[in-house]
C-alpha cells in the first residue's frame, strides 16, 4: 500500500499536482517514460510504478486505461562471475569432505545449486556418464554430462548413504566410522 501510494504522490506531483482523474493515458505514458529515459529506473522499478497507476485508475477511480505505450526500461544483462580453472583449482582443495564433492559437482556438470542439492542415486546414470536434473528452471527436466573425474567419489558417497540408511544413523560421520570394516569380509571383523 505504502509503495503504491508513493508512486501515486510522485505522479501527481510530476504533473503539477493535477488530479489523476483530470489526466489519462498519455499523462502515465510521459510519467514511465521520464522515469526510464531521465532517471534510469530498472525495468521491475518502472512495472511498480506502472502497476500502481493501473491500480489507481482501475480500482479507485473507477476508469479503465488501455494501450499504455511508453518507453520501456532496459531490462540488466547481468554477466555471470566465472572463476578460471586456476582459480577453480585453489578453491576446490579448501572445501572439505561432501561439500567439496558438491562444488565439484556444480563445476564439472554445470548444475544449479538447488539442482545439485536435491540429485537422487536414480537421477545419476553412470553408465552414461549423464545426470537427470527433474524439475530444473522452469520446471524443466534435462539431461547434462557427470564429470568422469568425480564418479568414484559419487559411487562411494552413495554407498556410504546407503549403509547409513540402512544402520538408521541421522549423521554420515557415525556411519562413517563402521564403513571401515566393509573392506575386510566377515572374517576380518573381530
Given amino acids: 500500500e505504502e509503495t503504491y501510494a508513493q508512486w501515486i504522490k510522485r505522479y501527481i506531483l510530476f504533473h503539477g499536482k493535477r ?21 534510469h529506473v530498472a525495468a521491475s522499478t518502472q512495472n511498480q510504478a506502472l502497476n500502481a497507476l493501473l491500480f489507481l485508475y482501475h480500482k479507485v477511480l473507477g476508469i479503465e486505461i488501455d494501450g499504455i505505450n511508453a518507453v520501456r526500461a532496459n531490462q540488466p544483462r547481468n554477466l555471470p562471475v566465472v572463476l578460471t580453472k586456476a582459480e577453480v583449482g585453489a578453491v576446490i582443495p579448501k572445501i572439505d569432505g561432501r561439500h567439496q564433492l558438491v562444488v565439484k559437482l556444480l563445476y564439472g556438470s554445470g548444475l544449479r545449486l538447488s539442482e545439485a542439492l536435491r540429485l537422487r542415486i536414480k537421477d545419476i546414470d553412470f553408465a552414461q556418464q549423464q545426470l537427470i536434473i527433474r524439475d530444473g528452471k522452469g520446471r524443466k527436466n534435462r539431461v547434462t554430462m557427470l564429470p568422469a573425474s568425480i564418479i568414484s567419489e559419487l ?28 573392506n575386510r569380509g566377515g572374517r576380518g571383523v573381530h
Fill in 155 to 182: 559411487q562411494d558417497y552413495f554407498d556410504i548413504r546407503t549403509i547409513q540408511e540402512l544402520l538408521g544413523h541421522k549423521d554420515v560421520k557415525t556411519t562413517m566410522i563402521y564403513t571401515h570394516v566393509l
Fill in 19 to 39: 488530479h489523476p482523474k483530470d489526466m489519462g493515458r498519455l499523462e502515465i505514458e510521459s510519467f514511465l517514460t521520464d522515469l526510464a529515459v531521465n532517471q
